[in-house]
């Protein structure tokens, strides 16, 4: 339902940006509203599609005169509810969608220059048809943009050697809550201007500046790549594995540890996929490692030597390298895949958090155990990022509960049970995914008051009017705990 206030706004946008940046049909709005895992419904009006970075100018301008809030969306992957608009209807979604083009790219200086809207599968596939690589990837990456992996800081399967988004992203173009231009593409090495704001925009989902282009670092492409599975049965051994593979390597770019229950389900719900190895593990690790130089050893040679010895030196069960590009790409989407394998097989409540690495295999096994002791008929399980400290943990609700009743009474106490436990061990409750909505409250619970007040006074500067996406990350001044 729209308000004179929308209603106005709608038209001033519509006489700036032409009809076909404006949607205001309920059907069209509806695939907008929900997040990704369906657990938050918004409702907007309208939803806005700049082409250009002089049309979200034009938008920003609009929304300070009518004071219509604006919630940012690239590919709507949020794992937190930080692209969903409120209940009321309030605000409008500023989409960067048609925003799509590589403005640059370059194998002389390894640099893109790409808007936001960029798809992240396609900067993969124009990167390397000048024999480069964006060294980031992750398992939304047919439909997550550029944009929305800057505002998230996101991480994925290869930050173990490259980092996240904050280490990839040389310079970031954005307009400001006051419409003004933050010009930052240029790409410097030193640069000691005071207040980095490329640094303060990325990561902080929207409510700070709308990110319209970022330049992005390339890597050398790839001459060959190998892939390794290992079953084992513990995370102490995967830990100890990596450990190892370390001291001998440097090509060793993913490490991602994946319990058995966890494969299973993926092979229950995920049609067309079976597990590289003949017997039952408890655990299990995905293994990829590359060659940049044609004169490398073959990184399927060197996962082979390096695995011999360690699963002679009692670092594994057993062992399969992937033999053809198929077979890798096989391996890879089994683990793509468990995040929808976990969703097909019921409610449950998702943490993405991290603790320091040596203390990760610990957190594994004792915080699951302890969350099915205290919730009883529950199943704990993490999967994820090991060498990163990064894991994906999921708590599963009792078979035959009611959902929305769970989900309303259950789950906030588990997930604020799992918050605790983190914090104990030294982490952090969100690793790559941000706050969104769903962390706001927690992560005001559980942060001292220096940081909290940090957090308002910023956005406060940026953003006195409250009209980038309102109600994510910041937790607000009257919500309980913190400061």
């Known amino acids: 339902m729209t308000t004179p206030a929308c209603d106005a706004f709608i038209d001033d946008v519509r006489s700036r940006i032409g009809p076909r940046g404006v949607t205001t049909g309920a059907a069209d709005l ?19 599609s700049p082409a250009s970075t002089a049309e979200v ?18 590919g709507n992957t949020s794992m937190v509810g930080g692209a969903t608009p409120g209940a009321d209807g309030a605000a409008a979604i500023l989409s960067l969608r048609r925003m799509n083009r590589i403005r640059h790219l370059s194998a002389e200086d390894g640099s893109a220059v790409a808007e936001a809207g960029v798809i992240l599968s396609d900067l993969h596939d124009a990167a390397a048809g000048i024999g480069c690589r964006f060294p980031l990837t992750l398992g939304a990456r047919g439909s997550a943009t550029i944009g929305g992996l800057i505002s998230t800081n996101a991480g994925g399967t290869q930050v173990l050697r490259w980092g996240t988004m904050r280490t990839l992203v040389a310079g970031v173009e954005a307009v400001l809550p006051d419409g003004t231009v933050h010009t930052g593409l240029t790409p410097l090495k030193k640069d000691n201007r005071g207040y980095s704001i490329d640094q303060l925009l990325i990561g902080a989902e929207g409510t700070l500046g709308i990110v319209t282009a970022a330049t992005l670092r390339l890597a050398p492409a790839i001459v060959a790549r190998g892939v390794a599975w290992i079953g084992l049965d513990s995370p102490h051994t995967a830990l100890a594995l990596l450990r190892r593979l370390e001291r001998a390597t440097t090509a060793i770019e993913s490490f991602e540890i994946i319990p058995g229950d966890s494969l299973d389900a993926v092979f229950r719900h995920i049609p067309n996929t079976r597990s590289p190895l003949a017997g039952q593990h408890p655990w299990h690790v995905l293994i990829e490692a590359v060659a940049m130089d044609a004169a490398d050893e073959s990184p399927s040679a060197l996962l082979e030597r390096l695995l011999a010895g360690a699963l002679g ?3 594994g069960d057993d062992a399969v390298i992937a033999a053809s590009e198929a077979q890798a790409e096989a391996m890879w989407r089994i683990r793509d895949s468990l995040s929808e394998a976990e969703r097909a097989m019921g409610p449950a409540v ?37 060498g990163d400290g990064n894991v994906h943990f999921h708590v599963r609700a009792p078979h035959g509960v009611d959902r929305d009743r769970w989900y309303a009474t259950d789950a906030p106490a588990i997930t604020r049970m799992v918050h605790d436990l983190v914090v104990a061990a030294g982490g952090s409750i969100s690793a790559e995914h941000g706050i969104g909505q769903m962390k706001r409250d927690e992560l005001q619970r559980l942060s001292d008051p220096a940081r909290i007040g ?3 006074a910023i956005k406060a500067a940026f953003d006195p009017l409250d009209l980038f996406n309102p109600g994510k990350l910041v937790p607000l001044a009257s919500a309980s705990g913190g400061s």
Do not use: K, N
């Open 30 to 48: 509806t695939p907008w509203l929900t997040d990704w895992r369906g657990r938050y419904h918004g409702a907007a009006c309208a939803l806005l």
């Open 57 to 74: 100018v034009a938008i920003v301008e609009a929304s300070r005169r009518h004071r219509v809030p604006l919630v940012p969306q690239g």
């Open 313 to 315: 030196a009692g670092l």
């Open 350 to 386: 998702q943490h993405d958090i991290s603790v320091p690495v040596a203390g990760m295999p610990d957190f594994m096994i004792d915080g699951a155990a302890a969350m099915e002791r205290v919730w009883p008929g529950t199943h704990a399980t993490a999967f994820g990022h090991l």
């Open 454 to 456: 940090a957090l308002r």
